[in-house]
């Protein structure tokens, strides 16, 4: 098959590659990792990919990084059965499945536009994760539903 | 090499591979296309992948969706090399290069706060193309530089 008719992106000589991500929760990744493209990291994704596990999934690998378990601690809020695949030269190193965190911070914005994290205070989001969502730190406000809605990376 | 060691994303069967994008563009791409991985589409992208021809690319394919010439059009503002492959039933059917539109409705927001577009009015937005950036149809504010900012799809 030649190649205009098959997609290949590049093999993974080094990085990481987040699978079974929720399907169509790939951008929300990204974003929560800070990539947009103009850093100049050679990242590939696939959407809405068909998956035996997970029926539809999305898997976004980024190479010539290594993700810390914090950094993907934070993905389990929007893609709770991701999992994390360390390679380094071709080959994968390392498992992880991701893991709820104790706390977020950084990542999402607060919806009460009265919170001191929304003001411009030099203030960081903090926020408790709880079974049933997130609490912010500061002024109590949980967010149930719709997270990744909430996402605001700066 | 084992599945785990190389990221091959689904064959294209059917819809339209945009390559030869302008580095880092991939998202501004799916936001021009309205595509964010919430209505199910089945999309692949490389983000920076290395290019013969452009030293760095990006290429999105989207399964299933043949994009309208009026479409890819739009994608000419920030991504002028990009080539446009149309895929049926595995084989490559056509081949566009996009071209530089006339004008381009509703994908842009108009950076001046007063012009009627930008407020609550029902008016898409209107930009004729120029050779040097767009100006607004209905205040004449032209934008120059970064005009990927200022892509606003509702």
Chains 1, 2 share one sequence.
């Not at 809405?48 to 993905?75: A, F, T």
């Amino acid at each position: 098959m030649s190649e205009d008719q098959q997609l290949r992106v590049s093999k993974i000589t080094e990085g990481t590659v987040i699978d079974h991500v929720t399907g169509g929760q790939a951008l929300n990744v990204l974003a929560i990792l800070g990539i947009d493209g103009s850093g100049g990291e050679e990242v590939s994704i696939g959407m809405n990919v068909p998956s035996e596990r997970l029926g539809r999934k999305d898997v976004v690998k980024v190479e010539g990084r290594e993700l810390s378990q914090d950094e993907v601690d934070v993905l389990s809020l929007i893609a709770p059965a991701a999992t994390i695949n360390i390679v380094r030269d071709y080959d994968v190193v390392e498992k992880h499945r991701v893991e709820r965190p104790s706390e977020v911070v950084g990542v999402l914005q607060c919806p009460n536009r009265n919170c001191i994290t929304t003001k411009d205070e030099p203030v960081d989001s903090r926020f408790a994760v709880l079974e049933e969502g997130v609490r912010c730190a500061y002024c109590d406000t949980i967010i149930r539903e719709s997270i990744a809605d909430h996402i605001h990376v700066d």
